[in-house]
């Protein structure tokens, strides 16, 4: 028998956003500037950078990127700070590997982070607070990542319109199997916060993101439970991977039939057979990423005019 289960392509889903950039770049009526700094010699940051310039140029944006060594990145990226003609910056991590990366991230500043990775952003989003001022003109920016597995849960429909704004995963449940601070993480609160009950799973426990019954909290709060994988797998509506291992496979036998299945992790943690049981399947969404980065640089430009005007 056939199975019931499609596979959704990054590509399709990110070709609704990449209509959305096409549009703000054609109303703005000049090309963006985006500038990438590789400072590392890893393959894989290098054909990043070039599918994000690929795609950007392709998209009415001026792509540059600039090539420099680890110990020149801190006034690298001051200089680009510093210069009006550049709107938005980008870093491909890691560079050092260890905590400098962590530092070298906040020295891009909070009005070109493409990246949503500033401190200030990151804790907007935890606290769930959606605006930068008092007036709720200017939106905050979340992270690439995490906000483009927000946009593919729309896509799949599993974000329910009918609920108002900031409640539609209301009565979802979500495993994600990763808590990383760039996606797992900040993932589960963005989830929890539109009001789903998310298990993230990582090597040392399982813990629950939930704003409580009937959603009665404004944002999320977090508990360890003493859960299993099985356990919450079983009744997952959405199950989201992302083990950056070539090994790991998410068990077919404990995804839940119907169940929405995303992988982000660069290997596959789902074998294909996984439609036998899953409705949707989307095995990678490195573009829906690329669309968001290049969303949040349009954004960061309608912030700064908004800011501008006041
Ligand atoms: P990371 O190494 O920082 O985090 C991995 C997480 O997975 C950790 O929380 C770890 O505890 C957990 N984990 C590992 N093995 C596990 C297991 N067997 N069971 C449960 N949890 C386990 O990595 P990261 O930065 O979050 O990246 C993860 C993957 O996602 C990588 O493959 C990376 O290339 C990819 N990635 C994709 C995008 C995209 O846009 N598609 C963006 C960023 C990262």
Same mark, same amino acid.
């Given at each position: ?8 392509? @990054? ?9 959305? +950039? ?9 090309? $963006? ?5 590789? @400072? &590392? ?13 690929? !795609? ?12 420099? =060594?680890? =110990? ?6 001051? #200089? @680009?700070?510093? #210069? ?10 890691? +560079? ?8 070298? *991230? *906040? ?6 982070? +493409?990246? /949503?990775?500033?401190?200030?952003? %990151? *804790? ?20 690439? !990542?995490?906000?483009?597995? +927000? ?12 609920? =108002? ?10 495993? %994600? ?16 916060? #539109? /009001? ?8 040392? /426990? ?44 998410? $068990? ?16 596959? &943690?789902? &074998? $294909? ?28 430009? #309608? ?8």
């Amino acid at each position: 028998v056939k199975p019931v289960g499609r596979t959704i392509l @990054a590509s399709t889903i990110a070709k609704t956003y990449i209509s959305e +950039v096409e549009d703000g770049v054609r109303k703005l009526g000049r090309s $963006p500037k985006l500038v990438g700094f590789l @400072a &590392n010699a890893d393959p894989a940051a290098k054909m990043y950078a070039e599918w994000t310039g690929k !795609t950007s140029e392709s998209l009415g944006f001026t792509y540059e990127l600039r090539v420099v =060594d680890k =110990d020149d990145l801190e006034e690298s990226i001051i #200089d @680009a700070n510093e #210069d009006d003609s550049v709107d938005g910056i980008m870093v491909y991590f890691p +560079v050092f590997g260890n905590r400098q990366d962590q530092y070298l *991230q *906040q020295v891009v500043s909070l009005e070109k982070d +493409v990246e /949503g990775l500033n401190h200030k952003y %990151i *804790q907007n989003m935890y606290h769930n607070i959606r605006f930068l001022d008092e007036e709720e003109q200017q939106k905050s920016i979340l992270p690439c !990542t995490p906000l483009a597995l +927000v946009k593919i849960l729309e896509y799949l429909g599993v974000y329910n319109t009918l609920l =108002d704004y900031g409640n539609r995963m209301y009565g979802k449940q979500v495993v %994600i199997v990763n808590r990383s601070e760039i996606v797992g993480r900040p993932l589960a609160a963005l989830l929890a916060n #539109d /009001g789903a009950t998310v298990y993230s799973v990582d090597l040392d /426990g399982i813990q629950r993101f939930t704003r409580g019954a009937g959603l009665h909290l404004k944002r999320h709060k977090v508990e360890d439970v003493d859960l299993t994988l099985e356990d919450v797998a079983k009744n997952a509506d959405v199950i989201v991977t992302g083990v950056p291992s070539p090994n790991y496979k998410f $068990p077919k036998e404990l995804v839940k039939d119907g169940a929405v299945c995303v992988n982000f992790s660069s290997e596959k &943690n789902f &074998n $294909p057979d996984v439609k036998e049981k899953a409705s949707l399947y989307v095995p990678m969404t490195g573009k829906v990423t690329i669309a968001m980065l290049l969303r949040n640089l349009l954004r960061l430009i #309608d912030n700064k005019v908004a800011n501008k005007s006041k």
